[in-house]
């Protein structure tokens, strides 16, 4: 039985990272990774990180730094952060969150419907990945 699938997403300064979900999109950190492997609940904000878990209601997000990713997966060598998947987050009251974020950040599609009955907007990333917003038409 497949229980779920949380995404795992290579970015260039898991802090950076850590910041711009923090602060601009209101998630929270659940804990990180030292390259050391040490985990840490709150890890200091100039503390080179490997890894984080974020997670924001029912949303949760893993960040692994490219050397991180590289050394545990090799497959990933080489390859550019950011790209070709965009992450889709189902919630409530998405004209709220629009108008509170579109000055903050690069917004590469502004909130409008869909033939498929969601309100939606999509933005880029500090890393390049495009994160979409949508809420079922009322």
Not at 10 to 29: A, H, I, K, P
Not at 47 to 61: G, S, T, W, Y
Not at 131 to 138: H, P, V
């Amino acid at each position: 039985m497949f229980k779920k699938i949380t995404t795992n997403l290579m970015v260039n300064d898991v802090q950076e990272t850590l910041s711009y979900y923090r602060d601009v999109l209101g998630f929270e950190l659940v804990g990180a990774v030292t390259y050391d492997q040490d985990f840490l609940p709150s890890p200091a904000p100039d503390m080179p990180l490997a890894f984080a878990i974020l997670k924001r209601d029912e949303v949760q997000l893993m960040v692994q730094s490219q050397k991180s990713l590289s050394q545990d997966l090799p497959c990933f060598e080489g390859m550019a952060v950011g790209g070709s998947i965009s992450l889709y987050m189902e919630v409530d009251q998405v004209a709220h969150i629009y108008e509170s974020l579109k000055d903050k950040v690069e917004v590469v599609k502004d909130l409008h419907k869909t033939f498929y009955g969601m309100d939606e907007f999509y933005i880029k990333d500090c890393n390049g990945y495009v994160l979409a917003f949508g809420s079922k038409i009322q």
